[in-house]
């Protein structure tokens, strides 16, 4: 990734309330970049944050003893997506909530972004990003969203999903809030957002979401757009 203004972030860019308790774990091998990534994350946005050579080095115990969320930012630079996914796969397995798994590094060739957000992670960074829009999908990551590029979006909504299970029980199972909440998912409308539009808080839109994802069986936000999409 390219980080050329890294060395000239001020304290002052940190945005207000920015943290929230979480702690960020960067894990690859090269320590020299990825301390520097650590250092100004830690800056600007507030959260602790880590440098591991792998991730089975990450304690599986702070999310209970801090009660936040984590956020895991694997270098992917060299790995194709065969290693990846067996490098991820242990961690991935153990489904613990608040944790969230991103890709920096990635070659936009590579073409495993399907694959990879069916598998539960929420984001990836290419070669060729920039230090400002990392930050800004770093915030949204913690946030509660997915980031991806809209070509990718549209890519695996045209593809579909194989999904064999029967959607019309799904459907049954949810409120109408939730259909109103999904929807808007579905279009790509942020959580707060959906917030403004239904006139909640979004804490009541984040509590929706764990129980609409709970009741049509998907991992993420995109899974979820892409269930709506075919099936509301």
């Not at 969320?69 to 790995?79: A, E, P, S, T, Y």
């Not at 608040?98 to 069916?118: A, M, Q, T, Y």
């Not at 939730?178 to 403004?196: C, F, H, K």
Request: net charge negative; aromatic share 6%; with cysteine.
């Amino acid at each position: 990734m390219n980080f050329p203004l890294l060395e000239n972030q001020s304290e002052n860019q940190q945005s207000p309330g920015a943290s929230n308790g979480s702690m960020v774990y960067i894990v690859g091998s090269r320590r020299l970049q990825n301390e520097a990534i650590a250092s100004c994350l830690e800056r600007i946005i507030g959260d602790q944050c880590f440098v591991v050579g792998n991730i089975n080095h990450i304690p599986m115990d702070d999310l209970e003893d801090s009660g936040g969320q984590r956020l895991v930012l694997l270098d992917c630079q060299g790995k194709d997506e065969t290693t990846l996914l067996a490098e991820l796969r242990p961690y991935l397995n153990q489904k613990r909530s608040g944790n969230h798994i991103v890709l920096f590094n990635v070659c936009r060739d590579l073409g495993i972004e399907k694959r990879c957000i069916s598998e539960g992670i929420k984001g990836f960074f290419y070669e060729q990003d920039q230090l400002e829009m990392f930050l800004k999908g770093v915030r949204a990551v913690l946030d509660g969203e997915l980031w991806l590029s809209r070509e990718i979006m549209t890519k695996c909504i045209l593809e579909g999903t194989n999904e064999s299970e029967s959607s019309q029980k799904r459907i049954e199972e949810l409120t109408q809030r939730q259909i109103e909440i999904l929807a808007q998912v579905a279009v790509g409308s942020s959580n707060d957002e959906i917030a403004d539009r239904l006139c909640i808080s979004p804490h009541t839109v984040k509590t929706h979401l764990y129980h609409i994802f709970k009741k049509i069986n998907v991992p993420n936000r995109l899974q979820a757009a892409l269930w709506a999409a075919k099936h509301l």
